[in-house]
């Protein structure tokens, strides 16, 4: 597509759920990278991914948050058993070549509220 | 660790005043310096960046950035800001050990009064 798509744009849930956050990165870029973004807490990074391996996950909040890419190309990030600090907004950014330094395409996000 | 500091968290300023955002990181090997913007309803989008070479970096829309490397800081400057100009502004460090690690800062509040 012409730019990176996440899905669903709004997502409302009950504490104690599951969710599955979507992202198809931009065709061909090799990089993918979630981040979280809360009032006034910045961008936090959860995960990278190039191609399908994960080779820094140190941001991962804690082991309800899980992600993984497939083909190269879709990611998923799925937080079980969601709690009310895990609201905010989940942002997918890819890029060309990761570790290079290239310039990073973002999302428009997740917003993820748990009630 | 890497960390990157902004130490203005919201700045409101007429048009045609000059910017400076300060941005500060930690971290002892070489570095990628970034600034990214989002303007209100858009995606995060890069306005600059410094890899090497002349420490200063021009990007899009007049904006300007002064990597130095004895203070750790990488500020971001205009002369004279437009109402356009109103977005939220992160600085962000990649460290030459860290992999494709990009880590921002906590994101200053531009808001220009017309």
């Known amino acids: 597509g012409a730019g990176v798509s996440q899905s669903p744009s709004n997502k409302v849930t009950e504490k104690g759920k599951d969710v599955e956050l979507r992202c198809d990165p931009i065709?061909?870029?090799?990089?993918l990278y979630w981040y979280r973004q809360s009032l006034g807490q910045g961008l936090e990074f959860l995960i990278y991914f190039q191609g399908n391996s994960a080779p820094d996950k140190s941001g991962l909040p804690s082991d309800r948050f899980s992600a993984e890419r497939t083909g190269g190309s879709v990611s998923t990030l799925t937080i079980q058993r969601t709690q009310q600090e895990d609201s905010a907004v989940y942002l997918c950014?890819?890029?060309?070549?990761?570790?290079?330094?290239?310039?990073?395409?973002f999302g428009s996000g997740t917003q993820l509220s748990v009630l | 660790a890497q960390s990157v500091s902004q130490h203005n968290h919201h700045v409101i300023l007429s048009e045609a005043a000059s910017l400076e955002l300060g941005c500060n990181y930690s971290y002892g090997g070489t570095v990628n310096l970034f600034w990214y913007v989002q303007y209100p309803g858009q995606h995060l989008q890069l306005l600059l960046k410094?890899?090497?070479?002349?420490?200063l970096v021009k990007g899009i829309k007049g904006f300007e950035a002064e990597f130095i490397k004895s203070k750790f800081s990488f500020n971001l400057r205009k002369p004279s800001v437009q109402w356009s100009d109103t977005a939220e502004y992160f600085c962000a460090v990649k460290g030459d050990n860290q992999g494709g690690k990009l880590i921002f800062g906590q994101g200053t509040e531009l808001s220009v009064k017309p």
């Open positions: 065709s061909g870029h090799t990089a």
């Open positions: 410094y890899f090497s070479g002349d420490p």
């Open positions: 950014a890819s890029s060309l070549t990761g570790p290079v330094g290239e310039k990073l395409f």
